[in-house]
C-alpha cells in the first residue's frame, strides 16, 4: 500500500462468513462471528466447532483434496463450498477467477477442487445446521 499518510490497520470486529481449516482457529474466530453469520469448518480436522446464533456445516474439504490428487486443494474447495452456500457469487464468476489467478500448473486440480466444494455445498439440505451457545 502506497500512501502519503499513515494507513489504518484493517481491523476485523465482526464476521458474517468463517471458514475454519484448522480446530486451533476455533478459538481465534468464536467472538467474531455475527449472529446470523455462516461458518464452514473442515470436519477432518474440526473435532468442535464455534457455537453460537449462526449456521455451521461441516464438510470433508482436505479429505476432498487428497481424492483430487492435491492437499494444497483444501483451501479451494472450501472457497466453492462458501461461494455455494453463502450465494457471494455466481459458480461461473468464481471459476472465471480461479482460471484468471491460478498458475496452470494448477488450473486442473483446482478447477477440480471448485466442482466438488461447489457440489459439497449443493448437496446439504437447505435447512440451517445452527449450533447454539453453551452457556454453563
Known amino acids: 500500500v502506497a500512501s502519503q499518510v499513515a494507513v489504518d490497520y484493517p481491523l476485523v470486529t465482526a464476521l458474517d462468513y ?7 482457529a476455533v478459538p481465534v474466530s468464536r467472538g467474531l462471528i ?21 449456521t455451521v456445516h461441516s464438510w470433508p474439504f482436505t479429505d476432498t483434496a487428497r481424492r483430487l490428487g492435491s492437499l494444497r486443494t483444501a483451501n479451494i474447495v472450501a472457497l466453492g463450498s462458501l461461494v455455494q452456500a453463502g450465494g457471494l457469487c455466481s459458480a461461473s464468476s468464481l471459476e472465471t477467477a480461479v482460471r484468471e489467478i491460478m498458475p496452470e500448473r494448477f488450473l486442473g486440480v483446482s478447477l477440480a477442487g471448485v466442482t466438488a466444494g461447489l457440489r459439497l455445498a449443493a448437496e446439504t439440505p437447505v435447512t440451517p445446521s445452527v449450533i447454539p451457545s453453551f452457556t454453563p
Do not use: A, E, Y
Open 18 to 24: 468463517v471458514v475454519v481449516m484448522h480446530q486451533i
Open 34 to 54: 455475527k449472529p446470523g453469520g455462516l461458518v464452514l469448518v473442515d470436519s477432518g480436522h474440526v473435532t468442535d466447532p464455534p457455537r453460537g446464533n449462526f
